[in-house]
T-cell receptor, first 114, second 113 residues
Framework: QKEVEQDPGPLSVPEGAIVSLNCTYSNSAFQYFMWYRQYSRKGPELLMYTYSSGNKEDGRFTAQVDKSSKYISLFIRDSQPSDSATYLCATIKGGSSNTGKLIFGQGTTLQVKP | NAGVTQTPKFQVLKTGQSMTLQCAQDMNHNSMYWYRQDPGMGLRLIYYSASEGTTDKGEVPNGYNVSRLNKREFSLRLESAAPSQTSVYFC????????????FGPGTRLTVT
């Protein structure tokens, strides 16, 4: 079983839709949860991170962690064609922010159609 | 600032050949990482270096060696390339205590025939 599981999609939505991207993880010791965005043929870039449970909002993006069900989500409101990319969830093995061993999900490819 | 740079951008090798992928960062980060990305597998950590002079294995280290040449540079070497090493390779760096925030290079697309 992979430590972080993510549906690879692809996911196609019309412009303006609310997008929900999800991951599950296996180890309750994980504390940091990140979402990286990767445009085609580019390196990933950090979009948001969350520590432990709860929500975090940044503009049109909301990250949510439910530790009881080991479920992490990223919501995109008013989606734009420029949001078309692959979204990777990740966590840190060992739980501490300085161990450096990131574990990534497989990535979900999102296409937002004008 | 250039951020994280990688060379080369593309490479084709024959089975058994060797090569070194170069990575440099100009953000004064202590930690550096090498990942590979394969379809359906996400990013997998090959090796990382928490600080100058230290390296440690990640999830998929077999067939690779690394050198942390100085604080700026971290190289990945394939001694005898195999078709299974065909992948996109990414280098990344971070502040030591903020390893959740990694900065990635543009990647090297490697094909082994």
């Amino acid at each position: 079983q992979k430590e972080v599981e993510q549906d690879p999609g692809p996911l196609s939505v019309p412009e303006g839709a609310i997008v929900s991207l999800n991951c599950t993880y296996s180890n309750s010791a994980f504390q940091y949860f990140m979402w990286y965005r990767q445009y085609s043929r580019k390196g990933p870039e950090l979009l948001m991170y969350t520590y432990s449970s709860g929500n975090k909002e940044d503009g049109r993006f909301t990250a949510q962690v439910d530790k009881s069900s080991k479920y992490i989500s990223l919501f995109i409101r008013d989606s734009q064609p420029s949001d078309s990319a692959t979204y990777l969830c990740a966590t840190i093995k060992g739980g501490s922010s300085n161990t450096g061993k990131l574990i990534f999900g497989q990535g979900t490819t999102l296409q937002v159609k004008p | 600032n250039a951020g994280v740079t990688q060379t080369p951008k593309f490479q084709v090798l024959k089975t058994g050949q060797s090569m070194t992928l170069q990575c440099a960062q100009d953000m004064n980060h202590n930690s550096m990482y090498w990942y590979r990305q394969d379809p359906g597998m996400g990013l997998r950590l090959i090796y990382y270096s928490a600080s100058e002079g230290t390296t440690d294995k990640g999830e998929v280290p077999n067939g690779y060696n690394v050198s942390r040449l100085n604080k700026r540079e971290f190289s990945l070497r394939l001694e005898s390339a195999a078709p299974s090493q065909t992948s996109v390779y990414f280098c990344a760096s971070s502040e030591g205590r903020r390893s959740y925030e990694q900065y990635f290079g543009p990647g090297t697309r490697l094909t082994v025939t």
